[in-house]
């Protein structure tokens, strides 16, 4: 028997969540780190007529703080129902109310300090020459001079061949040899040089004495053992050297002290900075949080736009009501994002009170679907509050995702964090007898006895993630 196929109109009610330009800006914004936000705030102020940012005589920002605190109540995004033109337009008028910049209650209007001092960077190829000018005073030879510390990189090492850069500068290899032997020996130790090999040697000439005994042994481990070395051979390294084991140790010692990348000290960059995006302070026995956004500018609407509202005609005051509801849409989804921000740095502190009472070996395992429920919104929002943006502590700086780690059962019943197990293989290697380390098991037997239930396969993935090599690596001679 067929299938009978009818025609029909069929009228049926349904909700569904429509992404609106706005709801998409307001999801970005979240999102966003301070100093992102910054940017996006100045960019929509070249943009956007409408809006003005508000500073006072000496170009600091305003305190607004109690005029925002007033609509900070009612300036909860809708994301289902976004607010009409004409809304924006009858509340604007009604109350001339400024926002964006006003700090959360019992934030501080101080501006927050970074990780890193600004400091001048200087290049590595500006200090070489400064010393090359000491070094070398005739004419050509400070020219091959300047080409080679062109070529040098960020490393430290020399791109190309001696032949190239005689070939290109027109003189003789023997001058470009000369040359570059006056820079390697200039600071740091081992610049200039053409390989791994070269710049260790370099360093071990002129960092060690010349009698000491372990430097014939380290130089033929350098020339030709390497890699044996960075596998811990040092049994089959001492068979073909014809030494011991623990002379080879020795050896391998001297030449871990050498620096593998010399340039690196410099770079010829800008120093990174973390600008946290919350700072967290004790006051007697409870934290007070403090929202950074101090340099982003105080947002208002200009009065002029409102005047042209009441006396300009139709086109005039349509395209001005537009922009001025997405100059508002704007300012309530910076104040969303820094109640959402507060929120879920106040339920972490509230759930992690161990870690800012006693420090990171004290962090319990939190996910994000408990902190959204104790705020009461989607975990995929707390998510897009703590992606990217960096809490300051009394224990340092750390990024608000470091707060959301996995957990492991104990035999207390009580979940322990992933972090507390590093940090506890961590002290259980600092503190074994290197002549005969832990292996990955007697680490798990150890945590075992400590009532923290890990496998071995645990035990190597968290050891390899702290950067620990394994036992047969960890052994000395």
């Known amino acids: 028997m067929g299938v009978q196929l009818e025609y029909g109109l069929k009228l049926e009610t349904t909700q569904k969540l429509i992404m609106t330009p706005q709801l998409r800006q307001a999801i970005a914004i979240l999102q966003l780190p301070s100093m992102e936000l910054a940017s996006l705030v100045e960019k929509e102020l070249l943009e956007n007529p409408v809006l003005e940012a508000d500073a006072d005589e000496s170009g600091n920002e305003k305190d607004n703080s109690d005029e925002a605190g007033s609509l900070t109540e009612s300036a909860t995004i809708e ?16 109350s001339g109310t400024q926002m964006s910049g006003a700090n959360q209650t019992g934030t501080s209007e101080t501006a927050p300090g970074r990780e890193v001092a600004d400091a001048q960077a200087v290049s590595l190829q500006d200090y070489l020459e400064m010393q090359l000018h000491f070094a070398v005073f005739e004419a050509g030879h400070l020219n091959v001079g300047r080409y080679l510390i062109g070529c040098i990189d960020d490393n430290g090492y020399l791109c190309g061949t001696i032949n190239e850069a005689a070939a290109q500068l027109g003189v003789a290899e023997a001058v470009v ?12 130790i081992g610049v200039g040089a053409c390989s791994l090999q ?4 370099i360093q071990l000439k002129q960092k060690t004495p010349e009698l000491s005994p372990e430097i014939g042994l380290a130089e033929a481990i350098i020339n030709g053992y390497l890699d044996q ?10 068979e073909k050297l014809h030494c011991t084991a623990h002379e080879v140790q020795q050896a391998v010692d001297l030449i871990r002290t050498l620096d593998p990348k010399p340039g690196q000290a410099f770079g010829g960059g800008q120093p990174g900075y973390i600008t946290p995006d919350v700072t967290i302070e004790r006051l007697n026995d409870a934290y007070v949080i403090h929202i950074n956004d101090n340099h982003v500018p105080q947002l208002s609407i200009n009065p002029y736009y409102r005047q042209i509202i009441r006396d300009a005609d139709s086109d005039a005051r349509k395209y001005v009501e537009g922009r001025i509801n997405a100059a508002v849409w704007l300012i309530k989804s910076i104040e969303q994002r820094r109640r959402t921000l507060y929120n879920v740095t106040e339920a972490i502190v ?10 990171p070996k004290f962090l319990r395992p939190l996910t994000l679907k408990k902190v959204a429920e104790q705020i009461g919104v989607h975990e995929s929002t707390v998510s897009r509050a703590t992606a990217n943006k960096y809490a300051s502590t009394p224990h340092g700086v750390f990024g608000l995702h470091t707060f959301f780690t996995a957990g492991l059962q104990s035999t207390g019943g009580e979940d322990v964090s992933a972090s507390r197990v590093k940090q506890e293989i961590k002290e259980l290697v600092t503190a074994e007898n290197q002549t005969q380390p ?26 390899e993630e702290l950067g620990i090599p394994a036992s047969s690596r960890r052994k000395r001679h």
């Open 79 to 94: 994301y289902d129902n976004p607010p009409e033109a004409d809304g924006w337009i009858e509340y604007l008028l009604g």
């Open 177 to 188: 040899n000369d040359v570059l032997g006056i820079i390697q020996t200039f600071d740091p």
């Open 198 to 201: 070269e710049c260790l040697l």
């Open 229 to 238: 070395v960075a596998c811990a051979r040092y049994k089959q390294i001492a």
């Open 350 to 359: 509230g759930l992690q009170r161990g870690f800012f009472d006693h420090g």
């Open 438 to 463: 832990l292996s990955d098991q007697a680490l798990s037997d150890l945590l075992n006895g400590k009532g923290i239930m890990v496998s071995r396969r645990t035990v190597a993935k968290y050891r």
